[in-house]
């Protein structure tokens, strides 16, 4: 199996690594695309090092190195312009989120996949997690009604990781809707089977994160790097729930921008309309740390609710009209709560050709990066937003 990778990065390598790469070993990347060669090298496993062909383009690449399969992993902008090239192949495709980072890339790769053959897994591992999809299956069987409600939050204990690593460059990712919201407002639409259809949001912008602190700090020489929690030291000694205590930018730094120039919001909330006539409320908060952590859902009916916790790795089943609930405890320890390997496997069907449907195509990934800018755009502009839907407006 001839796979070659565009933007071997850490998020990809990791991916093929560590879920692909057990699942079927016969998984070889033979070719890439990565200005860094030597880092993107560097990432991989030593059977694959020696023998990896790195190629000036994507074009060069498919014209020569007889691959059998596509992996897209590099930074936010660069997907889209990547996954239109690809689209012109027959190849399957396993594509990085946020599938477009503007409207016009949006718009740009809606075109570049009609009639397209490629057969795209976006990497949406959250809609596919078996929390998820036991919640829906629940759903579908009725246990709650009609499903009326629904409410997402997010408080990811990592979220500093957006001002003090390449996700602080706006340009690149556009905010944390696009960046982050894509994934839950894309699980949330696939839980109601219905696609949002219209917006209010609200971002907190500067609030927390961005600051005054000299554009290019590092905590190494940083006056203040004994007392500041984001330090190295002071994350190592008190544990304070985010992992990464090496050398970094500071998230306080000038360079994250403004509200004015644009930056990543400190937190975001969006009130949600699905087209099915359900409604529902997300929140995202980026300072949340340690005991704090919450990811998951809410979905209630005149019957019944639904709630799970990836963090806790339980669901829960509440009847409204009968003196029961049901608590359930998930398995744990895999990558992005088990969806990782959901999406790995059905990507590697398609290369097989034992599978011939991606469960998380790209039409999911374009109508998230819609919602997501709908989202993004009532937040500047204070008012209610009607979402694009794929397929509706010609393109
Ligand atoms: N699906 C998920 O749950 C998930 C999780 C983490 C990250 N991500 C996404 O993965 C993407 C990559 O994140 P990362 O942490 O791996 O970043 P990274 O910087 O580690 O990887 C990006 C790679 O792209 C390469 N690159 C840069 N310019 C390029 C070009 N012009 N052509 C080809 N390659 C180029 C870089 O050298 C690097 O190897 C981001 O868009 C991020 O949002 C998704």
């Known amino acids: 199996m001839r796979i070659g990778v565009v933007g071997h990065g850490g998020r990809v390598s990791s991916v093929i690594n560590h879920t692909m790469r057990p699942l079927d070993p016969a998984l070889r990347v033979v070719a890439m695309v990565d200005p860094d060669e030597a880092g993107a090298r560097a990432r991989l496993p030593e059977q694959d090092r020696e023998g990896v062909v790195f190629y000036p383009t994507l074009d060069e690449m498919v014209g020569k190195a007889k691959l059998d399969a596509l992996v897209i992993g590099t930074r936010c902008d660069l997907h889209t312009p990547y996954a239109i090239e690809a689209a012109k192949y027959d190849l399957p495709l396993f594509l990085e989120k946020p599938v477009a980072n503007s409207l016009e890339q949006a718009t740009a790769l809606e075109a570049a996949f009609e009639g397209s053959r490629c057969p795209v897994v976006v990497s949406f591992p ?33 979220g500093v990781t957006y001002f003090e690593c390449f996700y602080r460059n706006f340009a690149v990712t556009q905010g944390l809707f696009l960046q982050k919201a894509t994934h839950d407002l894309d699980y949330m639409s696939y839980l109601l089977d219905a696609p949002i259809v219209r917006v209010a949001a609200m971002g907190l912008y500067g609030r927390v994160f961005g600051g005054d602190r000299p554009a290019g700090l590092t905590c ?45 919001e400190d937190a975001s909330s969006a009130l949600l309309q699905f087209a099915n006539g359900a409604q529902g409320v997300y929140t995202q908060v980026f300072f949340a740390r340690r005991d704090a952590a919450q990811r998951g859902a809410t979905i209630t009916g005149y019957d019944g609710t639904l709630s799970f916790d990836w963090y806790r790795n339980t669901a829960r089943y509440v009847r409204h009209h009968q003196p029961f609930t049901d608590d359930t405890t998930a398995g744990e320890g895999m990558g992005h ?59």
């Not at 204070?382 to 839907?389: L, P, Y």
Request: hydrophobic share 35%; aromatic share 8%; with cysteine.
């Open 126 to 158: 959250l809609r596919v997690s078996p929390l998820c999809t036991f919640t829906r299956a629940r759903i579908a069987a009725g246990a709650i009604g009609r499903p009326e409600h629904i409410l997402g939050v997010n408080y990811v204990t990592y």
């Open 220 to 264: 190494v020489q940083c006056d203040r790097a004994r007392t500041c929690p984001e330090s190295p030291g002071y994350r190592h000694a008190h544990q304070n729930g985010y992992w990464e205590d090496g050398d970094h930018l500071c998230p306080f730094g000038e360079d994250i921008g403004t509200p004015e120039t644009g930056m990543n």
């Open 337 to 395: 709560f088990g969806g990782d390997h959901v999406l790995a496997q059905n990507f590697l069907g398609l290369i097989r050709g034992e599978e011939t449907t991606s469960i998380t195509p790209i039409e999911a990934g374009i109508q998230s990066a819609y919602t997501c800018l709908a989202a993004k755009a009532s937040a500047e502009q204070g008012c209610f937003m009607d979402v694009r839907q794929v397929g509706a407006t010609p393109v």
